[in-house]
């Protein structure tokens, strides 16, 4: 578990940015049987790791506009997933939704899929979905 209370003040009267969330990270391949992990005897291979993360974050902009964002399904990483050839140290979320509310503007649903090796992604914005590629 990570707690986070960040306040980073920007220049010449630019403002101040705040951070406060905490998140959860879980092993979710415990079970994997090539790299089976029993507690801290076995050292985890972490280019085969599946990492979960649950967790929410609230705070302020330089504009002092407020923010949250609450993991709404478990997002999930899977390091044996590289899908851009020229990144290969990139491994993106493969599953699990965020909601992300700016202001006091609508609420982004942000749908990384449901386990898929991929960079898509999906931003529902009132009702509205659009397909998205991180680049």
Not at 9 to 33: E, H, I, P, Y
Not at 85 to 99: C, E, W, Y
Request: charged share 15%; hydrophobic share 30%.
């Amino acid at each position: 578990s990570i707690a986070t209370n960040i306040s980073i003040v920007k220049a010449s009267n630019g403002g101040t940015v705040t951070w406060n969330g905490t998140r959860t990270k879980t092993l979710l391949n415990t079970s994997d049987t090539v790299n089976v992990y029993h507690g801290q005897a076995i050292p985890i291979s972490w280019n085969k790791a599946k990492v979960g993360t649950t967790g929410s974050a609230s705070g302020h902009t330089a504009k002092n506009e407020n923010y949250t964002a609450t993991v709404t399904s478990q997002l999930v990483r899977d390091f044996t997933c590289a899908p851009d050839v020229n990144k290969p140290g990139r491994h993106p979320f493969i599953q699990g939704t965020i909601d992300f509310t700016p202001g006091s503007k609508a609420t982004r649903h942000i749908d990384y899929g449901s386990g898929t090796c991929d960079l898509n992604y999906t931003v529902t914005i009132n009702g509205v979905t659009y397909s998205l590629t991180m680049n």
